[in-house]
């Protein structure tokens, strides 16, 4: 089965410095790769979406990376503020019969400090 | 922006009884919900997949009889948990995918946590 792994299980950073979040997977090829924003107690929210023919998927402070080759994703936040701390989950979907289905990563915990 | 609303928030119950969450999508139509189980510092555990008119599929060790999924239009899942054990206790979330296709972000609720006592 499919295996995702986000290293680290959590970062601390001073506000100002880009953070940078990172995700591996084995034993699948996802068709496409999801970020998503998870604060306590609370549902995930989405943040981005790369598919696996792209590179590189921008949206305001944030940049997301898809590496198919090193199965690996990078996930980054310029300019941190103490309000991005929360967990970030990466998530994985297929194509096929898995269509729509997600598999997440446990998350990295995001402390952003003043 | 599209809202899923996901009702009760928390429960409470005792071992043996069963516990219904229902999950809605507010302002668009869901043909597909997801419903995830998330124990405390790990992942989310996709468990099943709701269709709307036909049955649940669901994940490879999640037992059907003992979640039982109901989509019975195309704004409201169900997910009972049938003789709830203390084991059984965790935080369930369902989505719902904004467009068709499979390929978009979801929309998440706000999540059910479960306490079987």
């Known amino acids: 089965s499919q295996k995702i792994e986000q290293n680290s299980e959590a970062l601390n950073i001073q506000e100002g410095k880009t953070a940078t979040l990172t995700c591996n997977y084995t034993?699948?090829?996802?068709?496409?790769l999801q970020w998503y924003r998870q604060d306590p107690g609370r549902g995930p929210v989405f943040l981005l979406l790369?598919?696996?023919?792209?590179k590189e998927k921008r949206k305001e402070r944030l940049k997301v990376t898809f590496d198919t080759t090193l199965k690996q994703s990078l996930f980054h936040i310029t300019a941190s503020q103490p309000a991005d701390s929360a967990t970030y989950l990466c998530?994985?979907?297929?194509?096929?019969?898995?269509?729509?289905?997600?598999?997440f990563g446990r998350g990295t915990q995001l402390t952003v400090w003043p | 922006g599209a809202v899923v609303s996901q009702h009760p928030s928390w429960v409470i119950c005792k071992s043996g009884t069963s516990v219904k969450i229902e999950c809605r999508s507010l302002?668009?139509?869901?043909?597909?919900m997801f419903w995830y189980r998330q124990f405390p510092k790990q992942s989310l555990m996709l468990m099943a997949t709701s269709n709307e008119g036909s049955k649940a599929t669901y994940e490879q060790g999640v037992e059907k009889d003992k979640f039982l999924i109901n989509h019975a239009s195309l704004t409201l899942s169900t997910l009972t948990v049938t003789s709830a054990h203390p084991e059984d206790s965790s935080f369930y979330i369902c989505?719902?995918?904004?467009?068709?296709?499979?390929?978009?972000?979801?929309?998440f609720g706000e999540g059910s946590r479960l306490t079987v006592l």
């Open positions: 302002d668009f139509q869901a043909t597909t």
């Open positions: 790369i598919r696996e023919n792209e």
């Open positions: 989505s719902a995918p904004w467009t068709s296709g499979g390929t978009g972000e979801l929309f």
């Open positions: 998530a994985l979907g297929g194509r096929g019969s898995t269509l729509g289905r997600l598999y």
């Open positions: 034993n699948y090829s996802p068709a496409y």
